[in-house]
């Protein structure tokens, strides 16, 4: 299922609004390690959020060039790429239907999805692991 739904300032709105503040937040689980992060305000990551209300996602994420990890996202998403640097922590939009996680710096045309909250090339290098993983993201926060 694609998210085609254009996304208005009002609908940004509405859905930060649904989030509990004006911040989005996202919940990731990787190897039993509970992470949060704060999504961007783009068309991007209003639309992974939209799409997280369905419920959890599952993606099966594999190392790429020893900086991020990266998986299918099984639909597509508006894009809003831009030439960014990224680091650590950060969650990326490529080609509108794969996700990263990076670990490490990169520069390319991405769209940024949002950035993990107070992580470190180290300890996201060592809860993602080497080969692949699952990583889980949500909406909702996981039980402490």
């Known amino acids: ?21 004006e911040i989005m937040k996202i919940y990731i689980m990787v190897n039993e390690e509970k992470l949060e992060a704060t999504l961007e305000d783009n068309i991007s990551s ?9 419920g ?8 790429y060039a020893n ?10 998403l508006p894009t ?7 680091n650590a922590g950060d969650i990326i939009l490529y080609q ?18 949002g950035k993990i909250d107070d992580v470190d090339s180290s300890y996201l290098k060592e809860i993602l692991g080497k080969g ?6 949500s909406k909702e926060k996981y039980d402490e």
């Open 96 to 113: 509108g239907d794969k996700i990263t996680i990076y670990y490490d710096k990169n520069s390319y045309n991405f769209t940024r999805l």
């Open 1 to 21: 299922m694609e998210v085609r739904k254009i996304y208005d300032e009002n609908n940004l709105k509405e859905t930060k609004k649904e989030s509990g503040s």
């Open 132 to 137: 692949s993983v699952e990583v889980i993201f």
């Open 80 to 86: 809003a790429d831009k030439n960014i640097s990224v």
């Open 56 to 63: 959890p996602l599952t993606i099966k994420m594999e190392d």
């Open 67 to 76: 900086f991020e990890k990266v998986g299918n996202l099984g639909f597509k």
């Open 46 to 54: 209003l639309a992974f959020y939209e799409k997280l209300k369905e």
